[in-house]
């Protein structure tokens, strides 16, 4: 597994927008706020293309025709076209437009900051014993057989107290917030790279299913435990704390009370310690924290 980590304006300019939108319920709202302490309030006519810019994005899925123009294409006009109804296209070309000069005067100032980032996650994450030693483990946990993988990982605008990530770009690419996280926070990041890479990767061929026949069709109850296996792991979880050298954290995930840590760790530990995969006895022993979180 080799990691490239990509600087690129066009991704920024449309995570930036997406965001203000709201459009999504893991839109992260403190970015918002702070974005427009930086760069001054939003005029009546920006918030109302943002507010275009939601019905139009909500009609659609992660993984959309959206993230492939902004974060893969090279031209990204070109590919949203072509994907594209010729009313929306206008409408969001026209978005983009109106908000271009307050995400530039951003941008001005967080590139700088991306450009130190890619330095420092490219010297560090792409070390081949840590990257062994993950892969591995998380092979066994998940009972995954993952060939050869090349991981784009775009790097993205934040705040200087939060950074998060995602999966939602398509089948081999994840954005992590972190340009104004302090840049002592590496391992940090490099343990939320590798949380998004088992939603990507290591969960989908047999824990997914495992789940689906359990729950069938209760998503809810599938996605919370996904979420807490994930979190049990990394950043704040086992391999985090072990490998990344993470300290430990009050939350395993801020969405999972701490009263929950205890029997999460221990009982993940125990499975890493064996080598064993996640199995119906892990899921069982994870249902009822899952269904308090449901509550």
Same mark, same amino acid.
């Given at each position: 597994?080799?990691?490239?980590?990509?600087?690129k304006k066009w991704a920024n300019f449309?995570?930036?927008?997406?965001?203000?939108s709201e459009w999504h319920k893991n839109?992260?709202?403190?970015?918002?706020?702070?974005? !427009?302490? !930086?760069?001054?309030?939003?005029?009546?006519? /920006?918030? %109302?293309?943002?507010?275009?810019?939601?019905?139009?994005?909500?009609?659609?899925?992660?993984?959309?025709?959206?993230?492939?123009? #902004?974060?893969?294409?090279?031209?990204?006009?070109?590919? #949203?076209?072509?994907?594209?109804?010729? !009313? /929306?296209?206008?409408?969001?070309?026209?978005?983009?437009?109106l908000l271009w000069p307050k995400f530039?005067?951003?941008?001005?100032?967080?590139?700088?900051?991306?450009?130190?980032?890619?330095?420092?996650?490219?010297?560090?994450? %792409?070390?081949?014993?840590?990257?062994?030693?993950?892969?591995?483990?998380?092979?066994?946990?998940?009972?995954?057989?993952?060939?050869?993988?090349?991981?784009?990982? +775009?790097?993205?605008?934040?705040?200087? %107290?939060?950074?998060?990530?995602?999966?939602?770009?398509?089948?081999?690419?994840?954005?992590?917030?972190?340009?104004?996280?302090?840049?002592?926070?590496?391992?940090?990041?490099?343990?939320?790279?590798?949380?998004?890479?088992?939603?990507?990767?290591?969960?989908?061929?047999? +824990?997914?299913?495992?789940?689906?026949?359990?729950? /069938?069709?209760?998503?809810?109850?599938?996605?919370?435990?996904? /979420?807490?296996?994930?979190?049990?792991?990394?950043?704040?979880?086992?391999?985090?704390?072990?490998?990344?050298?993470?300290?430990?954290?009050? #939350?395993?995930?801020?969405?999972?009370?701490?009263?929950?840590?205890?029997?999460?760790?221990?009982?993940?530990?125990?499975?890493? !310690? %064996?080598?064993?995969?996640?199995?119906?006895?892990?899921?069982?022993?994870?249902?009822?924290?899952?269904?308090?979180?449901?509550?």
């Open positions: 597994m080799k990691f490239s980590l990509v600087v449309y995570f930036f927008i997406q965001n203000l839109n992260r709202r403190d970015y918002n706020i702070f974005w !427009e302490k !930086e760069i001054g309030p939003f005029s009546q006519g /920006e918030k %109302n293309a943002l507010k275009q810019f939601k019905k139009i994005r909500s009609k659609y899925k992660p993984k959309s025709h959206f993230e492939q123009s #902004f974060y893969i294409a090279k031209n990204p006009w070109k590919e #949203f076209k072509k994907s594209s109804l010729v !009313e /929306e296209y206008r409408i969001i070309k026209k978005i983009f437009s530039n005067n951003l941008y001005k100032k967080d590139l700088p900051l991306l450009r130190k980032w890619q330095k420092i996650l490219n010297k560090q994450i %792409n070390n081949p014993a840590t990257i062994k030693i993950i892969s591995r483990t998380l092979k066994i946990l998940y009972n995954a057989q993952l060939t050869q993988h090349n991981v784009n990982i +775009f790097l993205l605008l934040s705040t200087p %107290n939060c950074t998060g990530g995602s999966a939602n770009i398509d089948s081999q690419s994840i954005g992590i917030e972190i340009s104004r996280y302090p840049l002592q926070g590496a391992n940090q990041a490099i343990g939320i790279i590798w949380h998004e890479l088992i939603h990507l990767y290591f969960e989908k061929k047999y +824990f997914i299913p495992l789940l689906l026949r359990h729950f /069938e069709k209760d998503n809810p109850s599938i996605g919370l435990i996904l /979420e807490i296996t994930a979190s049990s792991l990394f950043p704040n979880g086992a391999l985090g704390q072990d490998i990344l050298q993470i300290p430990k954290s009050k #939350f395993l995930n801020v969405k999972i009370p701490p009263q929950f840590n205890k029997t999460i760790l221990n009982f993940t530990k125990k499975y890493i !310690e %064996n080598e064993k995969k996640f199995d119906n006895n892990y899921i069982k022993k994870l249902l009822p924290i899952a269904q308090s979180l449901k509550k």
